[in-house]
């Protein structure tokens, strides 16, 4: 790692402004949640909260064709920067005064004017990797810049949830404002020594915005192989999305870590799953390297299945057990998936298809945190026999893929 630094130095200073900006996403996350939460129509504000963060990542779709589309996106790098820090100025203002449901709408969506500009910038920073990286070495680059997201997101807010018993919520926003208020610095000082790679980078010149984004979709679901993976890790995001609220409800019955308290137990497989994610982040250029994607979310998929059975006979262990090699084999594959969709694609539509792929990416997760708590009310076990059938799709469906295009998945393997 410290050698690829060394030898892709402007690629590092570039991915280290990027994490500096995945800060200012995270920071303020708890103390939105917080303020929703103390309102008497709690429920509501949380709803509105989660819309505002989730909502750009799928208008993420278009606003990459549009990235392509700009020549100076240096410059318009720091405009984002400075207009996000614009809008957690208004969110600190907003919550100078008592909080209500009116004026958390109002900050959520000011959350989602910059989250909308945060998805932006991601797409306009996205050709400067395949620019400044070779092919051969993409994978490591994408390994790691998911190992710094995954840590950022995890300190990012924890720090905020920390700050909070110290600021007030208006005066935290304010702190994150001033980190947004950084990172446009912090472009405009490496923007010198970009001026010539970003001359090289093509724009995207035909067509409009809709046919674009059709394109897109199109390029990578006409590809078994990468319409397989996109697939597989879109579901393996719809499980982490639909397990904690199942498990909250497994561990009120479950006799087992006595000792622990329930919040403690939900923070723990949170933990858990954090950890081994950064781990698989860590050794994804080291271990499975003769492996391919598809085979390795298969055994991901498996796992899935073992966890639905630790719900059926009742055991934590093999639930916590089962997800950190869930969360270890995604976080290897995670990486690699990005590079091959770098390396695959021409830098003039770069942008848009990372967009594309990550709006798709979190499709599944609302899905799922709705579905498998809606069977619970049923009855508890059909949730768990839910996962085991969710794990069973998954795995038909992944191979019914791999199936209709046997001969390309065996060059691929």
């Known amino acids: ?114 989250d909308i500009s945060g998805n932006y910038a991601s797409a306009l920073f996205s050709p400067f990797t395949k620019i400044l990286v070779q092919a051969k070495e993409m994978e490591q680059a994408q390994g790691i810049v998911s190992l710094g997201t995954q840590l950022v997101s995890v300190l990012a807010t924890f720090i905020g949830a920390s700050l909070l018993a110290y600021f007030r919520e208006s005066s935290l926003a304010f702190i994150n404002a001033s980190v947004f208020m950084l990172v446009a610095i912090m472009y405009l000082g490496v923007s010198p020594s970009l001026k010539g790679h970003e001359e090289k980078i093509k724009t995207l010149e035909k067509g409009n915005m809709f046919s674009a984004v059709k394109d897109n979709i199109r390029s990578f679901c006409s590809d078994n192989v990468l319409l397989g993976n996109l697939i597989q890790l879109a579901m393996l995001n719809g499980f982490f999305g ?120 979190v499709i599944a997760p609302p899905v799922t945190s709705l579905l498998f708590p809606m069977l619970a009310t049923f009855n508890i076990n059909y949730a768990y026999w839910g996962i085991i059938i969710y794990s069973i799709l998954l795995l038909v469906i992944c191979l019914a893929l791999a199936k209709k295009n046997c001969k390309k998945i065996r060059c691929y393997l």
């Open 242 to 361: 639909g397990l904690t609220p199942v498990f909250a409800l497994f561990i009120n019955t479950n006799n087992e870590m006595m000792s622990l308290s329930n919040p403690v137990k939900i923070s723990l497989l949170s933990g858990i799953i954090t950890v081994f994610m950064i781990l698989g982040n860590a050794m994804t250029t080291k271990i499975f390297k003769r492996h391919s994607i598809f085979n390795i979310n298969i055994l991901s998929d498996v796992m899935i299945l073992f966890v639905g059975v630790g719900f059926v006979i009742d055991s934590i262990w093999i639930i916590m057990i089962a997800n950190s090699c869930i969360a270890f084999l995604l976080g290897i594959v995670a990486p690699r998936f990005s590079a091959e969709v770098v390396n695959r694609y021409p830098v003039e539509r770069i942008g848009g298809i990372i967009t594309c792929i990550n709006a798709l990416l």
């Open 1 to 114: 790692m410290i050698e690829f630094i060394r030898n892709n130095k402007l690629f590092s200073k570039l991915a280290g402004i990027n994490l500096v900006s995945k800060v200012g996403d995270r920071l303020f996350y708890t103390a939105m949640l917080t303020i929703a939460t103390s309102l008497p129509s709690g429920g509501i504000a949380v709803m509105i909260v989660s819309a505002s963060e989730t909502l750009p990542i799928l208008l993420s779709l278009f606003l990459g064709v549009v990235a392509d589309k700009q020549k100076n996106k240096v410059r318009l790098l720091i405009f984002c920067s400075y207009f996000r820090m614009a809008m957690y100025i208004g969110i600190g203002l907003i919550f100078r005064n008592p909080p209500t449901l009116i004026l958390v709408l109002f900050a959520a969506g000011l959350n989602f004017l910059s």
